[in-house]
């Protein structure tokens, strides 16, 4: 149940690069969210390699999860060209994972893509000159539109936007300047700046920054892991 009248209680976080040993669970900490949230909301890298076995630990310790869960997958979980089985395994274990869809959870609307690189503002890549490059500028620019068509679905009036790659580049800040281009895209933001967004939670960049803005306003905040939160927790409490 919601804390306060209208309220839900969005527990964040991306990153968690689950590995085959199965070294790390987070089954208490999925006990924890269950109790402290009323959604658990993963925003990719859910794998270290994007391994079958990875994605099934991971389904092993969400059975310790009893709220609702939505995700998008990060490039990590592409990595050895297993998307499809991985996507399998966490559908069945009642993720509702989202590539360009939306889904609505007690009146509010969860819109997410993974989104890609290509840079922040006047520095973004533009479409020039290679083949490779164009193309490049292109996948950047098909999720941007991805998120869009997903936006136009909503019909709650509050929505959140779960991406892996930022919108923005204030929350990659901490990060090293040299590879911002490669953390996100200010296309993403063009495109939340578009709609009414209570909030967008990314991750990716590791040692980014907690909290951001899009130039519209709408709340950035990167949940990775490895990021410190205002309360000391390892995911995010949203309260949408
Ligand atoms: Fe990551
Ligand atoms: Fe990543």
């Given at each position: 149940?919601?804390e306060k009248?209208?309220?839900?209680r969005i ?10 040993d ?5 089954k208490s900490?999925?006990g ?5 949230a009323d959604?658990?909301a993963?925003a ?18 969400l059975?310790a999860?009893?709220v ?9 979980d592409?990595?050895s060209?297993a998307?499809?089985?991985v ?9 509702r ?7 609505e959870i007690?009146?509010v609307?969860f ?7 290509g840079?922040f503002g006047?520095t ?8 490779a490059?164009?193309?490049?500028v292109a ?6 539109m ?11 009036q509050?929505a ?5 790659y930022a919108?923005?580049i ?9 590879i911002?281009?490669?953390l996100?895209s200010?296309r ?6 578009r709609f ?18 899009t ?5 950035v905040y990167?949940?990775?892991r490895?990021?410190a939160k205002?309360?000391g927790?390892p995911?995010?409490?949203l309260?949408?």
């Amino acid at each position: 149940m919601a804390e306060k009248e209208g309220a839900l209680r969005i527990a964040a976080i991306a990153d968690l690069h689950i590995k085959e040993d199965g070294a790390v669970s987070y089954k208490s900490l999925f006990g924890e969210i269950s109790r402290e949230a009323d959604v658990l909301a993963l925003a990719g890298d859910l794998t270290d390699l994007g391994k079958l076995k990875e994605a099934e630990l991971l389904a092993e310790d969400l059975k310790a999860c009893t709220v609702p869960v939505v995700a998008v997958l990060g490039n990590h979980d592409y990595e050895s060209d297993a998307v499809d089985d991985v996507r399998g395994v966490l559908r069945r274990a009642g993720v509702r994972l989202l590539d360009g869809q939306a889904t609505e959870i007690d009146g509010v609307g969860f819109v997410g893509v993974k989104g890609f690189v290509g840079g922040f503002g006047k520095t973004m890549l533009g479409s020039f000159g290679e083949p490779a490059i164009k193309a490049m500028v292109a996948e950047s620019v098909n999720e941007a539109m991805r998120l869009e068509n997903a936006m136009r679905q909503v019909r709650a009036q509050r929505a959140v936007v779960i991406l892996h790659y930022a919108p923005v580049i204030e929350t990659v800040v901490g990060e090293p300047p040299e590879i911002f281009p490669f953390l996100g895209s200010s296309r993403l933001a063009e495109t939340i700046d578009r709609f009414r967004v209570s909030a967008v939670i990314h991750g990716h960049a590791h040692r980014g920054a907690y909290q951001g803005r899009t130039p519209g306003g709408a709340p950035v905040y990167n949940v990775a892991r490895h990021i410190a939160k205002p309360d000391g927790r390892p995911y995010a409490l949203l309260r949408i």
